[in-house]
């Protein structure tokens, strides 16, 4: 079994920052990589940042600049810090991580974590 979770939501006012973070657990996996995703109230779920074990990070447009994706020293557990944040950043935040299992490579989301930005 594989367990994904996601902690660090919360409230903030506009202007500040958040660090979320995602940890995979389990066994019989290895970690290929995560992303998070947004998603605004009544929206669609849209992703703004994601991070490899090979190296790199990629970032939507809305948010280069403020977010910063990185993996934790903690086991299979990887990092979104937020700053400067703004109103449009409020929704849930889920995190997919990709792992091999089994010979299989898939996404295994997360329960979300809720993010409110206040004006």
């Known amino acids: 079994q594989v367990q994904v979770v996601e902690s660090g939501g919360g409230l903030v006012q506009a202007g500040g920052s958040l660090r979320v973070s995602c940890a995979a657990s389990?066994?019989?996996?290895?970690?290929?990589?995560m992303a998070w995703y947004h998603q605004p109230p009544g929206q669609e779920r849209e992703l703004v940042a994601a991070?490899?074990?090979?190296?790199?990070?990629n970032y939507a447009d809305s948010v280069k600049g403020r977010f910063t994706i990185s993996r934790d020293s903690a086991e299979n557990t990887v990092l979104l810090q937020m700053n400067n944040l703004k109103p449009e950043d409020t929704g849930v935040y889920y995190c997919?991580?990709?792992?091999?299992?089994?010979?299989?490579?898939?996404?295994?989301w997360g329960q979300g974590t809720q993010v409110i930005v206040s004006s």
């Open positions: 997919n991580a990709v792992l091999t299992r089994q010979g299989d490579i898939r996404g295994y």
């Open positions: 389990g066994s019989g996996f290895r970690l290929n990589g």
């Open positions: 991070w490899a074990t090979s190296g790199g990070a």
